[in-house]
Structures are given as structure tokens and as C-alpha cells.
């Protein structure tokens, strides 16, 4: 049974400052993918936000900030990870606004 505060299937929140490596890497992950498909050239700076959905598997909304050349950029990246098939996958990555 789900406690008091948990919606299944509901949106939470991740501490961006705790520092996960794993939250780390697929905000590193989306970033990478995203050049990948675009053919584009985004540099990773930092994490700013994280929330995780239980889904079939864990979608991550990650709020991550780029760099475009001299121009700071924020995304909002998606990433679905399905641990038990190995699979992680970018669903989303949206331009929010520059910095």
C-alpha cells in the first residue's frame, strides 16, 4: 500500500542538490542523445531540477542547463528507464528558455 503522500504513478520530486550520480548521468544522457538526433553541439552544464514518474518503468523529468556556443540555455529532457530491460530512452527534450 502506497503511504499517505505518494500518488502511484504521480510525479515527485528529486532533490537536485543530493548530488545523485544516477540522475546525473541521464541529465548527461539526454543532453548527448539530443546532439545526437539534432546534430547539434549542447554542453552540459548542470542539473537544476529532477522528478521521477513510475510508469511502465521511470520516466525522469530532468530541468538541465546548456551551453550553445556563448548562449546559456535550459531544457526541460525526459528520459524513460527501464532498468530490468537495460533500455533508457530520451521521450522529450524541450527548449524553456535562455538564461
Known amino acids: 500500500m502506497a503511504d499517505q ?13 543530493a548530488n545523485d550520480l544516477q540522475v546525473e548521468s541521464l541529465a548527461r544522457f539526454a543532453v548527448d542523445e539530443h546532439n545526437k538526433k539534432e546534430n547539434v553541439t549542447l554542453e552540459y552544464r548542470r542539473l537544476l531540477g529532477a522528478k521521477t514518474q513510475v510508469v511502465a518503468g521511470t520516466m525522469h523529468h530532468l530541468t538541465v542547463e546548456v551551453a550553445d556556443g556563448e548562449t546559456k540555455k535550459v531544457y526541460e529532457a525526459k528520459v524513460l528507464e527501464k532498468v530490468w530491460e537495460n ?5 522529450g527534450f524541450n527548449h524553456l528558455h535562455d538564461v
Open 87 to 91: 533500455l533508457k530512452q530520451l521521450e
Open 5 to 17: 503522500g505518494t500518488v502511484v504513478g504521480g510525479i515527485r520530486d528529486i532533490d537536485a542538490n
